[in-house]
């Protein structure tokens, strides 16, 4: 099984902020890396895929980067309606997710 | 539009067995390259897939679970279902259905039921 760990766990910011979370596999996913973020009561919603795609609809303020087993999302000029949890997942060898990050207001 | 929607209890006695049903509207559950699964998450917040049935029919479930897990398709196709045996209360999650494409993440989910084992 290919272990996902997502870091830091939870990243305090203020409104308009940057930030970058990271996510590194325990073995090499190729590009095949997700990123979702998941609101309270809601089912995850795909942000990214292939590492650095954005998936229909997302916006521009959100990008990826990485491949091999070293991946990150960042979001510049963090809007009120970011602030949620990011899980990442890899695809390259069936599914598995990360443990989530939890972006909260400062 | 593509859209999935769960259905099931949302209460099961320890030691029973765990039932669920996706039903899919806006795409048949025949097209081709695709994965109809299931995902958990437990009240800990850690998402964990369970299984997928393949268009082709094909199943594969997750190791840590593949002995308690059964997916199949519905005759009618528009419906694929969860059977998980021998519950306890870790097995207390909500439970999602959703889509992939080969070597593609879940892109359409469902909204998510709990089921809580317990008696």
């Known amino acids: 099984e290919v272990v996902m760990t997502q870091s830091p766990a939870t990243l305090s910011v203020s409104p308009g902020e940057r930030v970058t979370l990271s996510c590194r596999a325990s073995q090499s996913v190729s590009s095949n890396l997700a990123w979702y973020q998941q609101k309270p009561g809601q089912a995850p919603r795909l942000l990214l895929y292939?590492?650095?795609t954005r998936a229909t609809g997302i916006p521009a303020r959100f990008s990826g980067s990485g491949s091999g087993t070293e991946f990150a999302l960042t979001i510049t000029n963090l809007q009120s309606e970011d602030f949620a949890v990011y899980y990442c997942q890899q695809y390259n060898n069936w599914w598995t997710f990360g443990q989530g990050t939890k972006v909260e207001i400062k | 539009q593509l859209q999935l929607q769960e259905s099931g209890p949302g209460l099961v006695k320890p030691s029973e067995t765990l039932s669920l049903t996706c039903t899919v509207s806006?795409?048949?559950?025949?097209?081709?390259?695709?994965?109809w699964g299931w995902i958990r998450q437990s009240p800990g917040k850690d998402l964990e897939w369970i299984g997928s049935i393949y268009y082709t029919g094909n199943t594969y479930y997750n190791p840590s679970l593949e002995s308690r897990v059964t997916i199949q398709v519905d005759t009618s196709k528009i419906q694929f279902s969860l059977r998980l045996t021998s519950v306890t209360a870790a097995d207390t999650a909500v439970y999602y259905c959703?889509?992939?494409?080969?070597?593609?993440?879940?892109?359409?989910w469902g909204q998510g039921t709990l089921v809580t084992v317990s008696s």
């Open positions: 959703a889509r992939a494409g080969h070597y593609q993440p879940f892109d359409y």
């Open positions: 806006g795409a048949s559950i025949s097209t081709t390259y695709t994965y």
């Open positions: 292939g590492a650095s």
